[in-house]
């Protein structure tokens, strides 16, 4: 059974930057391609980012092109996200996901952009 488990938000001014964890376990992790998606306050989820198994391949959400990149540590099962220039529509609960719907994720981690 798959189990994820997302760490690092928190709460962070305009601009700054953060960077988000997920460990994963009971999966094949390093043969999937793993996600990232987020839930603002009263919305539906968005995805966000997509890294392919060795990490070579990796798409993002136009809206956080240049600011978020995603990477993967095959060895430890991790999945990371790390934003920089955080705006106040990036504040959401963020997931990790092996697909890219969300639908398979774990509980999350909040991340608030606030002065």
């Known amino acids: 059974q798959v189990q994820l488990v997302e760490s690092g938000g928190g709460l962070v001014q305009p601009g700054g930057s953060l960077k988000i964890s997920c460990e994963v376990s009971?999966?094949?992790?390093?043969?999937?391609?793993m996600y990232w998606v987020r839930q603002a306050p009263g919305k539906g989820l968005e995805w966000v980012s997509t890294?392919?198994?060795?990490?070579?391949?990796?798409y993002l959400l136009p809206s956080v092109k240049g600011r978020f990149t995603i990477s993967r540590d095959n060895g430890r099962q991790k999945l990371f996200l790390e934003m920089n220039n955080l705006k106040s529509e990036d504040t959401a609960v963020y997931y990790c996901?092996?697909?890219?719907?969300?639908?398979?994720r774990g509980k999350g981690t909040l991340v608030t952009v606030s002065s």
């Open positions: 009971g999966f094949s992790f390093s043969s999937n391609w």
């Open positions: 890294i392919s198994p060795g990490g070579g391949t990796k």
């Open positions: 996901s092996t697909d890219r719907s969300g639908r398979d």
